[in-house]
């Protein structure tokens, strides 16, 4: 079963530095590949439906206890590790990325966090963020 994890932004004082090296290098949006270059970034589709904004990673050969998917304000992390089997070999050609992952995204508009679905199925893991309806405020007389 995949978990969803909700963090207070308040709580982590890495999203003002995430938010300043984005700023400093905009096109570098994943500098944190670069800083520790042994961990992946697997291919990540974002999208939007009338209702939903859908993400869509692309990761075979894991398992539903394998995610840690974290929603931390406007951001969503999904990090994880894919193990290589332990077998000897000798390479011809490796394409295949093994070890600890993260695809991060910058969600661009609020969501509703008690309703988030995350399914991981034939290799993709897709998660469903629902829109979070607009709040009416009424105006006092």
């Known amino acids: 079963m995949l978990e969803l994890r909700l ?32 961990i992946w970034r697997p291919p ?12 869509r990673i692309e990761i075979a ?7 840690t998917i974290l929603l931390d304000g406007k951001y969503l992390s ?20 093994f070890g600890e992952f993260v695809s991060d995204v910058e969600l661009p508009f609020a969501v509703d966090a008690e309703k988030i ?5 034939a290799g993709f893991l897709r998660i469903t963020l629902p829109k979070k309806a607009p709040q009416h405020i009424p105006i006092r007389k």
């Open 7 to 38: 963090k207070s932004s308040l709580s982590r004082p890495g999203v003002y530095i995430l938010e300043s090296f984005q700023q400093l290098g905009e096109g570098l949006p994943h500098w944190h590949l670069m800083v520790r270059p042994h």
């Open 78 to 97: 999904v990090r994880g590790l894919r193990v290589d089997t332990p077998e000897r070999r000798a390479y011809h050609q490796m394409e295949i990325r």
């Open 61 to 67: 050969g894991m398992h539903e206890d394998d995610f």
């Open 44 to 55: 990540t589709d974002v999208y939007e439906t009338e209702d939903s904004l859908i993400v």
């Open 117 to 121: 679905e995350a399914v991981y199925q």
